[in-house]
């Protein structure tokens, strides 16, 4: 306790030694390219005070507060002098700087009163002279809006949706077509049953920028076609702080609502993880025994009997209202001297705990529908089930980062980078339907009311950690040497998923109503839409290493660049599932709560048979073997070349098996591919505003471990079962880019960028309907196209002499996008598909997509912004005819937020999210008129309920 005490004084003392002074900080570029300038001079005039840039041409010193000159020189570039930089005692005044060259003489150019403007142009040059198409957005912007998490953020990027509230869609792709990484390692599939991370696992106020890159150079990983996102988390502190930011919101469905909590709470939930409560018991009946015995468990039914009374088997509710969302940020920040180099340590540590009400409707269509004309009608009452569910979730997310960033002298930079989430999600749902005329009931009973209920909880938890360094081994040459080591663990379990199905029977809605409840599936055991309880635990661990070689050639006007990588992945995946069986209906009851309990398990009224099977665990490895090899050449002064070849050898191994535990059937998979990927882009410079670029690359997308896997589960909340396919093989793709992009001043910038994909055996989900529920897998179809352009543009309003004009800033972007994909192959190479479709839009494919924003900033430290984002019509589920088609209704997400900033010191914020609150709807389209429209014949797939969020936050900078 002494150790952390003498710790916390000694920040404490260092942050206010630095008080006392004021501070001057930022980043010198070349503007013609946007390279770093490593070593050049910062000068306060008149004085001896003054810094030397390092290898990220960044610069830091402390100046007594007043009024000086700033001379910023470096040999062979035009000296820039800042006159008139106010330092001010406890602040810190940032001037980042963007040079000439001067390769006729000497010149200084004299800037007076536009440091804001001059800082803003630096800001622009990396986008500008980028060698690969990207749109990003900085932590500055993410500050002004309402976003708390990474998904919130991708909202922002052209082109970029977020789907499910975590799963990022770019260009019109869903998430599978996009490739994450974190500080320059890659992002692990977070999700047990599908590939793609989930965003809202990184809080947004640990991010410094985020940058989605749209083309391929041969230095970034080829598994990609939407874009590669690449999120950057913050370094070295300009300045020494500490904050402290606490919030409270709510949501206008939800909070102080009447909200369900599972029974069985464990007492630390509340950190996203749970404490045992949920876990596994030690079982006496073998999983051998339990399948030799599985028809007729009467032989082992003591055992079988005392097994299911060591369950939680606690199945009522508790009942309460939904307390008001709460969040909470800390930070510090420091940069220190340790052996008279610079040490740059910033923390983070973040807390979010929430509550949502997502009530939605589900008809599950299971016949297949006849056509009338250019219409598809109804050929049976019975042909679906329709549902009414009640989802009352409980989130938790903490997180928590440690970076730190050690450079000595200016030329050599080491880094260790931690990032750590862990959240929790407390599912309990209830559904009811009703279903008139259906197969399977009683004798002359026409009516089935259907009273469900599930408790589902998960618990993921994410370690990142990047040791790596920088290092310029020749100032003359500019030889630079990067390097990073990266090792990601994943974990995530589901203890106890709890669900049962149950139906009142009768001959009238009235005769239903009363009659006692008959329950679902028993005596069914190895069915995954049956009674029963489910756990799952999935760890992954991935190791790698990359490096890279950069060597300019100033003779041939070129650079080369040479690197590769290594990655080695590795999981386990293993559930194990319970089956209820044998209900004595004359101890039912209409209350199901009081049906199942300890009080009815007995060997002839209800106990539990474990149903597991070979399928139900899998174990996969992969490894990543690539190298590149990329060139940047001047062909004339205007023009750019950058090009190279990437190759990458991936092997992919799992391990799994069907039939039963005493037969079962190895299902082995271990599949190697070899790619080369070619890529090149152009970029000519018509002035130093104006770019023209042309790209092409090849990319591709591999299927993830659990798209291969037999593993069947059930989603009680989609009432569907996914499967995986084994046969799946990789989608490669060829990729086209123009784009045109304008800088007329700081703080504008347009572009407008067409682009064209040509898919090579297509990914795409397949829905096929079955008796009550929708089975969902994978499969290749033969080949898709997807073309589209994307315009971007931001204005800012600084230069105006009108008082309130000068104060906003407009920003938006619209991306048109045109898709095609062909499954006539779905007939003879996907089993036990036979597609009647052949051509439609690709999967998860908007046809467009805008983000509109604009922000108001005065000098008075008042911010306020107001952010629009929407999409067009798109698949969500494939069918197999037009009629189980399920597509995604369009909805448009308004976001506003102001923000007040009191000394200084002390700020509030106020955010209202998604304030139109349209429910999200998915359908089919039977009357083909390309929009829902219910009243005509469309019926919905599933359709929810959406409430919007306001929330409260203050915060104090220390």
């Not at 503007?31 to 300038?37: L, P």
């Not at 079955?770 to 080949?783: C, E, V």
């Not at 999210?913 to 009243?935: M, P, R, T, V």
Request: glycine fraction near 8%.
């Amino acid at each position: 306790m002494k150790k952390i005490v003498t710790i916390l004084s000694f920040f404490i003392f260092t942050g206010f030694a630095f008080a006392q002074k004021g501070k001057l900080a930022g980043k010198v570029t070349d503007k013609a390219t946007g390279e770093d300038i490593i070593g050049a001079t910062i000068l306060i005039e008149g004085t001896t005070i003054g810094a030397t840039t390092d290898l990220d041409g960044k610069y830091f010193l402390q100046v007594a507060p007043g009024t000086y000159n700033v001379v910023v020189s470096y040999v062979s570039y035009k000296t820039k002098k800042y006159e008139g930089v106010v330092i001010k005692e406890g602040e810190l005044t940032s001037i980042n700087v963007s040079l000439d060259e001067n390769s006729i003489e000497i010149e200084e150019v004299v800037i007076q009163g536009e440091i804001r403007k001059e800082t803003a142009a630096g800001l622009l040059i990396q986008q500008k002279n980028a060698v690969s198409m990207s749109s990003g957005i900085s932590a500055e912007l993410i500050k002004r809006t309402p976003d708390r998490t990474t998904a919130d953020v991708i909202k922002r990027v052209s082109g970029a949706t977020i789907q499910d509230g975590k799963f990022a869609i770019i260009r019109g792709m869903q998430d599978r077509y996009n490739y994450g990484m974190i500080n320059g390692v890659p992002l692990p599939s977070s999700e047990p049953d599908r590939k793609a991370f989930s965003l809202d696992l990184v809080p947004s106020s640990v991010v410094d920028n985020l940058v989605i890159y749209k083309t391929a150079t041969p230095d970034k990983p080829g598994e990609f076609a939407g874009g590669l996102i690449e999120i950057t988390t913050k370094e070295v502190p300009d300045e020494n702080t500490a904050f402290v930011n606490v919030g409270l919101g709510g949501n206008s469905i939800t909070t102080f609502q009447r909200f369900e909590k599972s029974p069985q709470a464990g007492g630390l939930d509340f950190l996203g993880f749970d404490n045992g409560a949920r876990q596994l018991p030690d079982l006496s009946v073998s999983l051998a025994e339990a399948e030799a015995n599985r028809g007729n468990p009467m032989p082992i039914i003591d055992k079988v009997v005392e097994d299911t009374r060591k369950f939680n088997n606690n199945f009522r509710p508790i009942r309460t209202n939904a307390l008001p969302n709460f969040s909470l940020q800390g930070g510090l920040s420091q940069r220190l001297k340790l052996f008279n180099n610079n040490l740059g340590i910033i923390g983070v540590v973040t807390y979010n705990n929430s509550n949502l009400y997502n009530p939605f409707e589900q008809n599950t269509v299971r016949a297949v529908d006849t056509k009338s004309g250019s219409k598809y009608i109804r050929t049976d009452s019975t042909s679906g089930n329709f549902y009414n569910i009640d989802n009352f979730r409980n989130m938790v997310n903490v997180g928590g980062l440690l970076n730190f960033t050690y450079k000595v002298g200016l030329r050599n930079k080491f880094f260790l980078k931690n990032l750590l989430t862990q959240s929790g999600t407390d599912n309990t749902v209830f559904r009811t339907g009703q279903l008139q005329n259906g197969s399977g009931f009683g004798e002359n009973v026409n009516y089935a009311l259907y009273n469900d209920i599930g408790y589902f909880y998960q618990s993921s938890r994410i370690l990142f950690t990047q040791l790596g360094g920088e290092h310029i081994l020749s100032e003359t040459k500019k030889i630079k040497l990067n390097y990073v080591l990266g090792y990601n663990n994943f974990f995530n379990q589901t203890p106890d998923a709890k669900k049962t199905f149950s139906r009142q029977e009768g001959n009238t809605l009235a005769e239903a109503a009363t009659a006692p409840s008959v329950f679902n599936g028993f005596d069914a055991p190895g069915s995954q839409n049956t009674p029963g309880r489910f756990f799952s635990n999935l760890n992954e661990q991935t190791y790698s290493a990359s490096a890279d070689l950069s060597v300019p050639v100033l003779s041939l006007r070129s650079s080369f660049k040479f690197g590769g990588m290594v990655q080695s992945r590795s999981r386990k995946f293993a559930g194990r599932y319970f089956n209820f069986s044998r209900f004595d209906k004359s101890n039912l009851s209409n209350n199901i709560f009081d049906s199942i309990s300890n009080n009815n398990i007995s060997a002839t009224n209800f106990f539990q048979v474990e149903a597991t099977q070979p399928s139900d665990s899998y174990s996969a490895s992969s490894g990543l073997i690539a190298g590149y090899a990329m060139a940047e050449t001047k062909i004339v002064p205007s023009l750019r070349a950058i090009y190279g070849l990437r190759v990458e050898r991936f092997n992919q191994k799992l391990n799994s098996a069907r039939g039963t535990i005493a037969s079962p059937k190895e299902v082995p998979i271990d599949t190697t591919w070899l790619d080369f990927l070619p890529s090149a882009n152009l970029i000519y410079a018509v002035n130093e505003n104006i770019n023209l670029r042309a790209s092409y690359s090849k990319t591709l997308s591999r299927p993830e471990f659990r798209e291969f896997a037999p593993l069947a589960f059930f989603d009680m909340t989609r009432n569907s079962i996914f499967v995986g396919n084994e046969k799946l093989t990789r989608a490669r793709v060829d990729n086209f880019d123009a784009k045109f992009e304008i800088y007329p001043k700081p703080g504008y910038t347009f572009s407008i960028n067409p682009f064209l994909k040509t898919f090579e055996k297509p990914i795409v989900y397949v829905l096929q309907p079955a008796s009550g529920y929708a089975q969902i897998s994978l499969a290749n179809a033969k080949n898709a196209i997807v073309a589209g352009v994307e315009l971007e543009g931001r204005v800012g309003f600084t230069e105006t002499k009108i008082p309130v004009i000068k104060n906003f800033t407009c920003f938006g972007n619209l991306a048109l996008i045109y898709s095609k994909v062909d499954q006539s192959n779905f007939k003879t190479d996907v089993a036990g598909v036979d597609s009647t479709i052949f051509k439609t839009q690709l999967q998860g494919q908007s046809p467009y997509v805008l983000n509109l924003g604009v922000t108001y900033a005065t000098e008075k430290e008042w911010n306020f912004t107001l952010a629009m984002n929407t999409y067009g019509r798109r698949i969500a589920l494939v069918g197999t005819n037009e009629a189980f088609i399920v597509y995604e209704s369009p909805r448009v997400v308004l976001d506003a937020s102001i923000t007040k900033t009191f000394a200084k010191k002390f700020n509030a914020k106020v955010t209202i999210g998604d304030l139109f609150a349209q429910d999200l709807i998915l359908y089919y389209d039977l009357n083909k008129s390309g929009s829902f429209d219910d009243k005509n014949g469309d019926e919905v797939f599933e359709r929810y309920r959406r409430g919007y969020t306001v929330s409260f936050s203050v915060g104090y900078t220390f």
